[in-house]
């Protein structure tokens, strides 16, 4: 087939895909595109073998799984056996995390934030948006020949192309950043994570000179910890939906799962400062309190639940099963718990005494021949 023929059959191919987007013609590209990059991952890297890691990947991705809203592509995960820090997602819904980078993490507040934002690739169909606009160039370029052009205009034509590319490359990351600020707080992740996680790139990768830092195909990490930390300190902003006081007592609700009771503790006050009626957040921290051993707390705040919300079932099944502990610590707690008849008592005060003469017995013994060692000894001069 010519280049000619070839041509014309990638501009209906491209051109047609817009038409069809009601007919999952999209996903099914996106599909293809994932099957030729799992066969690449295949070649390059060997799954890890550690079922930890993997089990880990799987339990923290499930939570961003049911809230991604690719409900057409559903997300998969894998770890990879390379000690490279990095990350990536396939435009079938394939994420794959490195070793390296699961080794650097020290809390799943940071996986979930990375699994987030390769969610937020697939979500926002990156690899198809790069697939077409590589067409579009890649066909535009066989129509005009460029290899018959001058030299001076091929370059200037590739230095346009890479440039437009790597700026659209860091428009895709800053996107996919913000996306999973969004769906890990909807998974009831710590948004912090992302922010923990951008300072240790920062710390690795150091300030970059200005003309790395625009040709990097990634933001630096510097840039992007500063948009992470300014995105978590208006947390009523990352989902629209979710004011202030609902993003905390999600998070909270999050760690009290993962039974991190005094950080949940700590998001469930930080509502509660904002909205000290505001039940969920009064219910968890009962639900904290009461799981923590802070039985006082937990009644309290069951109350105060019941108080608002007389039928509420979850308050009143706590404040029973706070009441109950209550009643058996009362019930158990005993100062002499066995006392004694008075004929024990005679008994264990003379074997008190016999004790405490066998003792000065033992210390008169060890007097007497520490006296006759010393008398026998040579002098030392």
Request: aromatic share 8%.
């Given at each position: ?25 999209e ?12 066969f ?31 409900k057409?592509m ?30 650097m ?5 940071e996986l ?6 390769e ?5 926002a ?7 077409r ?61 992302s ?5 240790k ?11 790395l ?90 109350e ?70 010393n ?7």
């Amino acid at each position: 087939m010519g280049r000619g023929a070839s041509s014309k059959i990638l501009i209906v191919f491209l051109f047609a895909i817009p038409l069809l987007q009601g007919c999952d013609v999209e996903r099914e590209i996106e599909k293809v595109l994932g099957v030729y990059s799992q066969f690449y991952v295949s070649l390059v890297y060997t799954r890890s073998k550690d079922p930890v890691l993997a089990e880990l990947t799987e339990s923290v991705g499930s939570r961003i799984r049911e809230v991604t809203p690719r409900k057409d592509m559903p997300i998969k995960y894998g770890v990879l056996d390379s000690g490279e820090i990095n990350a990536f997602a396939l435009s079938n819904g394939r994420i794959y995390v490195l070793r390296g980078l699961m080794e650097m993490m020290e809390t799943e507040d940071e996986l979930a934030s990375v699994l987030a934002h390769e969610a937020g690739h697939v979500a926002a169909r990156h690899t198809l948006k790069d697939f077409r606009r590589n067409l579009l160039v890649s066909t535009l370029a066989d129509l005009g020949d460029l290899e018959k052009q001058s030299r001076w205009v091929q370059a200037s034509a590739s230095l346009i192309w890479s440039l437009t590319e790597l700026a659209f490359s860091r428009q895709q990351e800053y996107d996919a950043d913000r996306y999973g600020l969004r769906l890990a707080l909807i998974g009831r992740y710590d948004p912090r994570g992302s922010v923990d996680l951008f300072d240790k790139f920062a710390k690795r990768e150091g300030r970059p000179s200005r003309v790395l830092v625009f040709l990097s195909t990634h933001p630096p990490a510097v840039d992007r910890v500063e948009r992470a930390r300014a995105g978590v300190s208006q947390i009523n902003r990352i989902v629209p939906q979710l004011d202030a006081v609902s993003a905390h007592t999600l998070i909270g609700d999050g760690y009290l799962q993962r039974s991190l009771f005094r950080q949940a503790l700590a998001h469930y006050q930080r509502a509660l400062e904002k909205a000290p009626d505001y039940v969920p957040a009064l219910l968890g921290s009962g639900k904290a309190n009461e799981a923590w051993g802070n039985f006082k707390a937990a009644k309290e705040a069951y109350e105060k639940v019941l108080q608002r919300e007389p039928d509420h079932p979850e308050a009143r099944e706590g404040l029973e099963r706070v009441r109950r502990h209550q009643a058996r610590q009362e019930a158990s707690f005993d100062p002499d718990p066995h006392p004694l008849s008075p004929l024990e008592r005679e008994a264990l005060v003379k074997e008190i005494l016999r004790w405490q003469v066998l003792l000065e017995r033992l210390e008169e013994k060890k007097r007497n021949i520490y006296s006759a060692t010393n008398a026998i000894a040579p002098p030392l001069y």
